[in-house]
Each structure stands twice: as structure tokens, then as C-alpha cells.
């Protein structure tokens, strides 16, 4: 909800032209969902399940297998595109974007320092597609 109440202000009131979605490999809560660390974090855990299948189910498709911090990585960026879609689930934004408004998934590494544009492992692996059929 907060998150929606904040996309409607941003659009309607202050009238933005561009919204940003970004996440980060390294991710706390994406780790602690694989190391099972987020305990009773029940919202953690329900927020971050999705992206988990829908790579996991795509990894499955196409028979691919990815080290622990490769899969980390993927559903860090499978986790930016759901949000991508859920911030699209709201009238206001769909209106928006057809009016002109940008919405742009980026994935920054605290490691490297840089900022990656859209889904770099995903697609690398050919999985862009098949993980976002497995988020709707």
C-alpha cells in the first residue's frame, strides 16, 4: 500500500516523468531467504517467493544450472521485474505509462560500483522472458 500511495503521489501531484525500480545484487533479504535467515520475517519472505519460483521454474525450462551466488543474482533481478509488474497493477501507473511516462528496472552492484540497465543475468541466460511468465 505504501508503496502505491507514493507512486500516486509522485505521478498525479508532483506530475515525474520517469520511474525507477532498482535492487541490489547482494541483497540481504534475498541471501536470508536462501539461508532460510529471514526466520519470522513473514513478509520477507512472501515478497521474495516469486521471484524465487519464477527463476527457478525458468532455470528448470532450460535445463540450466547457476552457482548459489549466480542464482543470488538472478532472482535479485527477477525480484525488480515483479515489482515492475506490480507497480503496473495500479490503474494510475498504467495510465501514466501510457501517457508518456517511462518506467525503467535497474540492478546496481555495490561491488563493481555500477549501475546495471535492465536484467544482465536474466538475459545473459536467456531467461527474461520465461521469468516473466512466471511472475503473472
Known sequence: IATGAVLEYALQKLKIKLVVICGH?????????????????QLI???????????????AKKKI????????????????????????SYSFVKAALKN???MVGLVYDSK?????DGFPELSKRG???SVG???N
Open 25 to 41: 545484487y547482494d541483497c540481504g533479504g534475498v541471501q536470508g531467504v536462501f539461508e532460510e535467515r529471514t526466520g519470522n520475517l
Open 45 to 59: 519472505s512472501t515478497f521474495l517467493r516469486p521471484p524465487l519460483h519464477a527463476v527457478e521454474k525458468a532455470l
Open 65 to 88: 544450472k547457476v552457482s548459489h551466488e549466480v542464482m543470488v543474482r538472478l532472482v535479485v533481478e527477477a525480484n525488480v521485474l515483479s515489482q515492475m509488474k506490480n507497480a503496473t
Open 100 to 102: 508518456g511516462v517511462v
Open 112 to 116: 563493481s560500483g555500477r549501475l546495471f
Open 127 to 129: 531467461l527474461l522472458e
Open 133 to 135: 511468465e512466471f511472475l
